[in-house]
């Protein structure tokens, strides 16, 4: 069974940096798509960034274009994503997916068959 799991969340001020790390068990995350969501209170999933098979494809948000990076390592089966320039407003609960299939609308949240349970991402003004 895919089990996901985040780490590296954690509280950080304005124009700071973090790296959240998604690991995986019985999944290869170069062989489909995975995903970074986040969750504010209150309000609904949004689409972070995606990196797609064995190319790497990305694709980002526009509200973190430019800040955000997503990346794996193929040799550790981690995919990571590098946040820099935070803000206030990227305070969420950080969530990777994964989709075996290459074939999914990459920005919503019921195309993704795992989901790890969350990291929090707390940025202070």
């Known amino acids: 069974q895919m089990q996901l799991a985040e780490s590296g969340g954690g509280l950080v001020q304005a124009g700071g940096s973090l790296r959240l790390s998604c690991t995986a068990s019985?999944?290869?995350?170069?062989?489909?798509?995975t995903g970074w969501f986040r969750q504010a209170p209150g309000k609904e999933r949004e689409f972070v960034a995606t990196?797609?098979?064995?190319?790497?494809?990305?694709y980002y948000a526009d509200s973190v274009k430019g800040r955000f990076t997503i990346s794996r390592d193929n040799a550790k089966n981690t995919v990571y994503l590098q946040m820099n320039s935070l803000r206030p407003e990227d305070t969420a609960v950080y969530f990777c997916?994964?989709?075996?299939?290459?074939?999914?609308?990459?920005?919503?949240?019921?195309?993704?068959?795992?989901w790890g349970q969350g990291t929090q991402v707390t940025v202070s003004s």
């Open positions: 990196i797609t098979g064995s190319s790497a494809r990305t």
């Open positions: 019985a999944y290869t995350f170069s062989s489909g798509v």
């Open positions: 997916a994964a989709s075996t299939s290459l074939s999914v609308q990459i920005m919503s949240p019921g195309s993704y068959a795992a």
